[in-house]
């Protein structure tokens, strides 16, 4: 049997253009041969900054609860309560919940990707580790009681691809400062 594909992903970034990125994630997923994916939520909080994050702005965007669940019950409780130093997720026994999502994506061809604000699922710089790594963990142990095969991987996923790329002396100085990109320019197109 083989395994139902879930994403982690952090929606840094991308608060004004949502419009955009629905519209990208659901041709990716198209060319891979899946309908328009289910969204689920596991921020504690929806008031944020990002304008299209902030409250039901996504959901709304998405057309809805059809491609939009929110899984406060996943959130990390550290967000509200200053006085966690650490992080925990508000109810770890709802992670079958997602996975149960996930289930019922997968018999209509689709797949769930869950998401928080944060950028990266870690960031060693800061030895900070997003909650959603410890949703990830929950899920597979719920997956693993189920006997259901499960993966999870950071969308987009799809598998690494090792590309050779020239870049400036000016962009090296900069990564190697900890600058986290690279300006691609008309190479990105080369580079597919």
Not at 57 to 66: M, R, S, V
Request: include cysteine; charged fraction near 30%.
């Amino acid at each position: 049997m083989k395994p139902i594909t879930i994403f982690s992903w952090g929606y840094y970034g991308w608060g004004n253009w949502t419009e955009q990125l629905i519209k990208v994630v659901d041709a990716v997923e198209e060319s891979r041969g899946f309908g328009p994916p289910i969204f689920v939520d596991v921020r504690l909080r929806r008031e944020v900054r990002a304008k299209g994050f902030t409250g039901g702005a996504f959901e709304k965007a998405l057309g809805g609860p059809e491609r939009y669940h929110w899984m406060k019950s996943l959130g990390n409780e550290a967000i509200a309560d200053d006085t966690l130093d650490y992080m925990k997720i508000a109810d770890p026994k709802t992670a079958p919940d997602l996975l149960k999502i996930a289930n019922d994506a997968a018999k209509e061809k689709r797949r769930v990707i869950f998401f928080c604000s944060c950028r990266y699922p870690t960031h060693n710089l800061y030895d900070v580790t997003c909650h959603r790594t410890e949703v990830a963990r929950l899920v597979l142990n719920a997956a693993k009681k189920q006997g259901t095969p499960i993966e999870i991987c950071e969308w987009p996923g799809d598998r690494p691809k090792e590309i050779e790329l020239e870049i400036s002396p000016q962009e090296f100085q900069r990564l190697s400062e900890n600058d986290s990109s690279v300006f691609l320019g008309f190479q990105a197109a080369r580079a597919r």
